[in-house]
């Protein structure tokens, strides 16, 4: 028998799967979401971002590559970048090899707030998971 033929019963049972990964997806996402808002005035996405900025050499990152990292589009991404940046979490500047290139970096405010929402966030995950 081909290793690679699913069998029907085996095509349910993925699309049984898939729709519970996406079912816990969402829960644990809204849960994120509504948890950050209430008590640090952020959304999960936004978290996101600090997450990947705190965690970048130097705190910093290509536009580009931010929305790489945090599996955002990068329209979404420069949205909550702008977002952010008008609440003195991020800044953003232009490339000196590339002007082209817009780098984001996240400030001492938006350590402050990462570090403050890293419990919440935790604790969300240790309850819902």
Do not use: K
């Not at 232009?94 to 001492?108: K, L, S, W």
């Amino acid at each position: 028998m081909n290793a690679r033929r699913i069998t029907a019963q085996g095509r349910a049972g993925q699309a049984a799967a898939w729709r519970d990964v996406a079912r816990t997806y969402q829960r644990v996402s809204a849960a994120l979401d509504s948890a950050l808002r209430q008590a640090h005035g952020i959304s999960a996405n936004d978290f996101e971002l600090l997450t990947a900025l705190a965690g970048a050499d130097d705190g910093h990152l290509r536009m580009q590559r931010l929305a790489e990292q945090t599996g955002l589009p990068l329209s979404t991404t420069s949205r909550l970048v702008g977002r952010l940046e008008s609440t003195g979490l991020l800044a953003r500047y232009m490339c000196p090899d590339d002007r082209r290139g817009v780098f984001t970096q996240i400030t001492d405010t938006g350590r402050a707030a990462f570090a403050a929402a890293g419990p919440t966030f935790a604790q969300v995950l240790a309850e819902q998971l």
